[in-house]
């Protein structure tokens, strides 16, 4: 009989699981900085590329989609080789698919290079990069039991946010003073220093001799033929449209329409990704002491439900005109405090799917989860300038609010609410009227 092979602590090195963590963390980090980080530089692409907003929501999406593509395979892979092999494989590729665009993919000295050689080497750092998910994501789930793997995969869901952070603060300085051959240079290095971090760090755990009473056999249904992991993987891939609306072109709205100059626009951005940092440390623990991960969930939907369709209903208030400096400070704190709550999930709900397909098999469950994300990740920017072009910016944030209120049942079903579910409830039901009433 298998069971999931739980976290053990070598017997000479007892906080070793920490280390592993830390490249996880590390391994997130550096490709989120590019991930994340490139549409921070939106406005400058978009100059120095000469785009118009069809072609630069295209190029954005498709690192998310070389992403999505590549997420099943890398996970399953995972599974089968262990996490050292594909962490090793894919930083190190996607460290000289950069370095690549730094020499043929970057404008200068009168060359603008063609949308296709562009959109083609942000697809293949994100084919490549891809593999960092499932594999830190499975280390985790393998080295820490029960009782610390919330917090443990929050923090390491935090490296999206602090490496967004960290390309919000300095990739736009670096492409405005040094240009985006030094900015594709730099991301290759972070990508080369944690993979040096996990050949040094991420080993497979000893295996059990027995396994803990407290943990759940391995499920017998594989996560591919799981309804239940399915259903948790679409709401996860769904409510990350919010977050993705606000990280690949919150810069461009506030630039474009809240009037704001670059340097707040950064500042906002480092918000949002530090807070989203803080929020998922926070939730791990707290999910971790109450049990209460689903209600938790549901409150996040919820309230990002709201959130967004307030943000949708002061950009009508400001109207066309360039919004006084009242309504431009309302904009930027909504804006911000909106993309912090829909990006404070994420660790909660990737243990609660990495718990439910079982240890062993968790780099499936996390790769099918990082497919829907991603996908949504290319679908978002694609989407934005056809609905910019359709009805402006109020009808963007009420699809952000839309798709948080679809995602609510689908991430944790009313029966399986536990603690907390009657506040949770009553948090839709007004975020449905709220919404209904926005439109």
Request: glycine share 10%; hydrophobic share 55%.
């Amino acid at each position: 009989m298998q069971h999931d092979p739980i976290a053990l602590l070598p017997p000479l090195s007892p906080r070793h699981r920490w280390k592993v963590l830390a490249a996880g963390v590390a391994a997130n980090a550096a490709f989120s900085v590019a991930f994340s980080g490139i549409p921070m530089t939106a406005v400058l692409m978009r100059t120095g590329y000469q785009l118009d907003n069809a072609a630069l929501g295209l190029v954005l999406g498709l690192m998310g989609l070389g992403i999505a593509v590549s997420e099943l395979p890398w996970g399953l892979l995972t599974d089968r080789w262990g996490d050292r092999p594909v962490l090793l494989a894919g930083l190190g590729s996607t460290a000289i698919a950069l370095v690549a665009m730094a020499l043929w993919a970057a404008p200068g000295d009168g060359h603008v290079p063609g949308l296709g050689v562009l959109g083609a080497g942000l697809l293949l750092v994100g084919l490549l990069g891809g593999s960092v998910n499932g594999a830190s994501g499975r280390a985790v789930m393998t080295w820490f039991d029960a009782s610390e793997r919330g917090l443990a995969m929050s923090i390491r869901q935090t490296a999206v946010p602090m490496g967004g952070g960290i390309g919000a603060l300095v990739l736009p300085f670096v492409a405005l003073h040094f240009g985006f051959a030094a900015l594709y240079g730099l991301l290759a290095l972070l990508c080369a220093l944690s993979a040096a971090m996990s050949w040094a760090w991420v080993h497979e755990p000893p295996v059990a001799p027995h396994p803990k009473t407290t943990e759940a056999a391995a499920p017998k249904t594989g996560p591919l033929r799981d309804v239940r992991v399915w259903r948790i993987v679409a709401g996860i891939g769904i409510l990350c449209a919010p977050q993705f609306a606000v990280l690949s072109f919150g810069t461009v709205f506030l630039h474009d329409f809240g009037h704001v100059g670059l340097g707040t626009i950064t500042a906002a951005m480092v918000f949002v990704q530090v807070g989203a940092m803080a929020m998922r440390v926070w939730s791990g623990r707290w999910t971790d002491r109450r049990r209460n991960r689903p209600a938790y969930l549901r409150a996040c939907s919820a309230l990002s439900v709201l959130l967004f369709a307030g943000l949708a209903a002061l950009v009508m208030a400001a109207g066309t005109e360039a919004p006084p400096l009242s309504l431009r400070l309302a904009l930027i704190a909504l804006l911000a405090v909106s993309g912090v709550c829909v990006s404070a999930w994420h660790g909660v709900a990737y243990t609660e799917l990495a718990t439910l397909a079982g240890a062993a098999r968790a780099g499936t469950a996390l790769g099918m989860a990082n497919t829907s994300v991603f996908l949504v990740c290319f679908v978002t920017p694609f989407s934005i300038p056809h609905l910019l072009a359709l009805q402006g910016w109020p009808v963007v944030w009420l699809a952000a609010s839309a798709c948080a209120l679809v995602a609510m049942p689908l991430l944790v079903p009313r029966r399986d609410a536990g603690p907390g579910a009657c506040t949770a409830e009553l948090a839709q039901k007004v975020a449905k009227t709220a919404l209904s009433r926005s439109t």
